[in-house]
């Protein structure tokens, strides 16, 4: 038949081998996304666990999330000893590329979390996923459909590796004049506005994530009163100051879009009173890691760790002239949109394996 039915267990096998501390091994942790550096600096790596390149490693607690991740990288490393690990036996049956299309599929990170469910910690093992079926194709069909998913992510990763570039230009520009330049206090730039949907015409609400990015509210806005929330129109900033200390973040995004929305009236909105100042410089400014850790640092003070308006204020921006500006931002709101582009290319990859998987299946079938 040109279509056969295993369980996975007959095809994989779990690796567990330890870490003995004789040669030098890099650490990495996984997500949805790939391998990771580890977040944990100076871990006991005597307890770690060794995997090799075409090693699947995942999270037992997050697979629900799609934590797992084919080794295509490396020879040889290691990872938390809390993950798990295996790798084909039977590479006469199945790519390793083609199971790891089978696993980035949302129908796969589900039935995980339905097999974990029994488990005291919802933990997912290499022995649940021993139990799959999976029905494969022979394999120059699979090898055939993986050219064609290796193909759109080495085009993404290409894209991806111009992003880098282009944050390493406006970055270091950012470097040079921060130095270079005089710095005026944030309550010296903003201003704050008060207009309020008072008329009750617009409806959509919004608030502002960690990433400092605009995102429909997660409030329940059922029989609330929107003509007291404030509008936001193109070129305003939407700021809270709440639990700065805990996110380790200063909560604010620029808006730029044309049609005006409305957030709580907890938020504040500012706008540019200096002209001379562009509102994309400032909001790029407060995109870098260390007006962050700033802003986590003057929260201190706050008995709920919240970033007052006071403080806020006393934030110094270098500020350059208007030409620098224009090309830092020039630079900062390409990389932007690649990355808007670059994110799109992932969703696109991850929704193309079930496709591809399905495609597959109907070839053989038909050669059945």
């Known amino acids: 038949m040109a279509l056969t039915r295993y369980k996975l267990g007959n095809l994989i096998e779990q690796r567990r081998e330890k870490y003995n501390g004789q040669e030098e091994l890099s650490a990495w942790g996984v997500s949805r996304e790939g391998f990771i550096l580890p977040k944990q600096d100076g871990a006991d790596t005597s307890i770690?666990?060794?995997?090799?390149?075409?090693?699947?490693?995942?999270?037992?607690?997050?697979?629900?999330?799609?934590?797992?991740?084919?080794?295509?990288?490396f020879n040889k490393a290691i990872c938390s000893s809390?993950?798990?690990?295996?790798?084909?036996?039977?590479?006469?049956?199945?790519?390793?590329?083609?199971?790891?299309?089978?696993?980035?599929?949302?129908?796969?990170?589900?039935?995980?979390?339905?097999?974990?469910?029994?488990?005291?910690r919802n933990y997912f093992r290499v022995s649940n996923l021993s139990e799959f079926n999976i029905d494969l194709p022979p394999l120059p069909i699979q090898q055939k459909y993986v050219d064609?998913?290796?193909?759109?992510?080495?085009?993404?990763?290409?894209?991806?590796?111009?992003?880098?570039?282009?944050?390493?230009?406006?970055?270091?520009?950012?470097?040079?004049?921060?130095?270079?330049?005089?710095?005026?206090?944030?309550?010296?730039?903003?201003?704050?506005?008060?207009y309020r949907n008072t008329k009750n015409t617009i409806t959509d609400v919004q608030g502002i994530?960690?990433?400092?990015?605009?995102?429909?509210?997660?409030?329940?806005?059922?029989?609330?009163?929107?003509?007291?929330?404030?509008?936001?129109?193109k070129g305003q900033f939407a700021f809270s100051g709440m639990q700065t200390g805990r996110d380790e973040c200063i909560r604010i995004a620029l808006y730029d879009k044309e049609n005006p929305i409305i957030?709580?009236?907890?938020?504040?909105?500012?706008?540019?009173?200096?002209?001379?100042?562009?509102?994309?410089?400032?909001?790029m400014w407060f995109s870098r890691k260390e007006i962050d850790r700033l802003g986590w640092f003057m929260s201190d003070a706050s008995i709920r760790t919240n970033l007052d308006l006071e403080?806020?204020?006393?934030?110094?921006?270098?500020?350059?002239?208007m030409k620098i500006q224009k090309s830092i931002v020039n630079i900062y709101v390409a990389y932007k949109r690649r990355k808007m582009i670059n994110e799109k290319l992932k969703t696109q990859i991850k929704d193309i394996c079930p496709i591809l998987i399905k495609g597959s299946i109907e070839e053989a079938r038909k050669e059945a």
């Open 48 to 73: 770690y666990n060794v995997f090799y390149k075409n090693d699947f490693v995942f999270n037992p607690a997050r697979m629900e999330l799609n934590s797992i991740a084919l080794n295509t990288d």
């Open 82 to 120: 809390l993950y798990e690990i295996f790798y084909i036996t039977r590479k006469d049956l199945i790519l390793p590329e083609y199971l790891n299309m089978f696993i980035k599929r949302n129908e796969f990170a589900r039935k995980c979390w339905f097999e974990a469910v029994g488990s005291a």
């Open 148 to 194: 064609i998913y290796s193909s759109m992510l080495a085009n993404q990763k290409s894209y991806e590796h111009g992003l880098d570039d282009l944050k390493l230009s406006y970055e270091g520009l950012i470097n040079e004049y921060k130095y270079k330049s005089s710095k005026i206090c944030v309550g010296n730039i903003l201003e704050e506005v008060d």
């Open 209 to 233: 994530n960690i990433q400092k990015q605009f995102m429909p509210t997660v409030a329940n806005t059922i029989n609330v009163n929107l003509t007291k929330y404030k509008l936001v129109q």
């Open 263 to 283: 957030i709580s009236p907890a938020y504040s909105v500012f706008e540019i009173k200096d002209k001379s100042i562009l509102p994309e410089y400032v909001m």
């Open 311 to 321: 403080r806020f204020y006393e934030i110094e921006i270098p500020i350059p002239e």
